[in-house]
């Protein structure tokens, strides 16, 4: 191989390293922008219903400040699983333009159906999204309410000794984020 | 015009007496009544294992839990997570009672009547909060 082929192989590699930088970079980028709350309330409906429950929370004002926006609820963390997420989206932004649920009576009026599209959803992935934040070998079942470490305590012994466990976040917190929909039933399996 | 002067005596008098005494008189809760009160204490709601006891006959029973997770409007009822009739087993919990089931007519209805609906009109959740005075009140036992 002569010397001026060499180099010319080389600034290749050079310019190939710099352009998937920049282009992964700013793929990256785009993706996490749309992953602000700010962008997720302006193409999906729900800045007067859901988002104003989200509000009176736990998960958006609490003792030390953390806070858990749209994205860190439904879209998940991973690579693959948050593009399938991002590309599923597209459906809402097309609801979106036919106005489906843009007044607050038509989204009551959806707010079953929508709900139990989520708790579908986090039921298949054994609630990923909660687990992010909260896993049951983290917990300090005596810090918590008497209740809750009641309920909680038989799943803690399965996570901690390496069991499948019998339930998942989403069987039991349904409602804690949004108002539950009118009709739920509490007895009913969603 | 002695009576007037000794009027306005009197009460210039009384005004004096007044304001000296009123520096004196505390709230119960240790405020001077001619200041500001104090900040109230920043109290939780308690959680007290096995209920509070009825302190008299048909008494709604107080909630001895946390509650403000709990949402009670018109669409949905938290405290039904629990309470109603086909959770109460399962959750182990209290069943509502059974005189919520039924409507003004005495008609015995298959889930809480809307006149009994909002639980916390009558079930209060406790503050803890140390009564100021001291009370030697007996609940009906």
């Known amino acids: 191989m002569s010397d001026s082929k060499k180099r010319g192989g080389l600034f290749l590699v050079v310019v190939g390293i710099v352009a998937g930088i920049i282009l992964w970079g700013g793929f990256n980028t785009a993706m996490e922008m749309t992953n602000t709350e700010t962008f997720c309330i302006s193409c999906h409906e729900m800045e007067n219903t859901v988002y104003q429950e989200l509000q009176e929370t736990i998960h958006f004002t609490n003792r030390t400040g953390v806070r858990a926006t749209c994205p860190d609820c439904h879209v998940p963390k991973e690579w693959i699983h948050k593009v399938v997420r991002k590309i599923q989206a597209s459906n809402e932004l097309y609801h979106k333009m036919l106005g489906t649920i843009d007044t607050p009576e038509k989204y009551e009026a959806k707010r079953l159906e929508l709900a139990q599209n989520v708790w579908r959803s986090m039921k298949k992935t054994d609630s990923r999204e909660c687990r992010n934040c909260h896993k049951f070998v983290s917990m300090d079942l005596d810090k918590q309410a008497p209740r809750s470490s009641e309920q909680h305590d038989p799943h803690y012994w399965d996570a901690v000794d390496g069991n499948e466990p019998k339930k998942t976040c989403i069987d039991c917190h349904k409602g804690i984020a949004h108002s539950l929909p009118e009709g739920f039933d509490p007895a009913a399996e969603y | ?141």
Do not use: W
Request: proline share 5%; charged share 25%; with cysteine.
């Open chain 2, 1 to 141: 015009m002695k009576k007037i002067a000794l009027l306005t005596i009197a009460a210039i008098a009384a005004m004096f007496l007044s304001t000296a005494l009123l520096a004196d008189v505390q709230s119960l809760r240790g405020d001077e009544l001619n200041n500001a009160a104090k900040k109230p204490a920043n109290l939780k709601l308690v959680n007290i294992k096995g209920g509070i006891e009825r302190s008299y006959k048909l008494q709604p029973p107080m909630v001895p839990h946390e509650v403000d997770k709990y949402e009670v409007n018109l669409k949905t009822n938290g405290c039904m997570k629990c309470h109603s009739e086909a959770t109460y087993e399962k959750e182990k919990a209290p069943k509502v009672g059974d005189s919520h089931y039924e409507d003004r007519d005495g008609k015995v209805l298959k889930t809480v009547s809307s006149r009994r609906y909002f639980c916390n009109q009558c079930h209060a959740p406790q503050m803890g909060a140390d009564p100021l005075v001291q009370n030697n009140f007996q609940g009906a036992k």
